[in-house]
């Protein structure tokens, strides 16, 4: 099973990015899908979390500028970046499980992790 982000780079302050989840290996029917980032010096914090029906949450830190979907006919999750600050500087990494539960704190207990994806915003 592998979940892969991609998407991430170095951009300017005000910019868009798109990132992406791709995941392989066995069947997500039914699994929650979700993106955290852990900024340096800081814990992993969750953004978004959306289930295979397609019910969206946003935690506080992606409430606003940031947008998730799912394409389930590729497997694919997406996160939308807009007005990116400096403060988004991070790691982006994708998850997955069959409990939506799990989708809070660092989500250490989830069941799969991509190996995430840099995203740097200068100002």
């Known amino acids: 099973v592998q979940l892969q982000a991609s998407g991430g780079g170095l951009v300017q302050a005000g910019a868009s990015l798109r990132l992406s989840c791709a995941a392989s290996g066995r069947n997500f029917m039914?699994?929650?899908?979700?993106?955290?980032?852990?900024?340096?010096?800081?814990?992993r914090e969750l953004l978004s979390q959306i289930s295979w029906t397609g019910n969206m949450h946003y935690a506080d830190?992606?409430?606003?500028?940031?947008?998730?979907?799912?394409?389930?006919?590729n497997n694919t999750m997406y996160l939308q970046m807009n007005s990116l600050k400096p403060d988004d500087t991070a790691v982006y990494y994708c998850a997955a499980d069959?409990?939506?539960?799990?989708?809070?704190?660092?989500?250490?207990?989830?069941?799969?992790?991509?190996?995430?994806?840099q995203v740097t915003v200068s100002s």
């Open 30 to 43: 039914g699994y929650h899908m979700g993106w955290f980032r852990q900024a340096p010096g800081k814990e």
């Open 61 to 73: 830190s992606g409430e606003g500028r940031f947008t998730i979907s799912r394409d389930n006919s």
């Open 98 to 117: 069959a409990n939506v539960g799990k989708f809070r704190g660092n989500g250490r207990n989830l069941e799969y992790w991509g190996k995430g994806t």
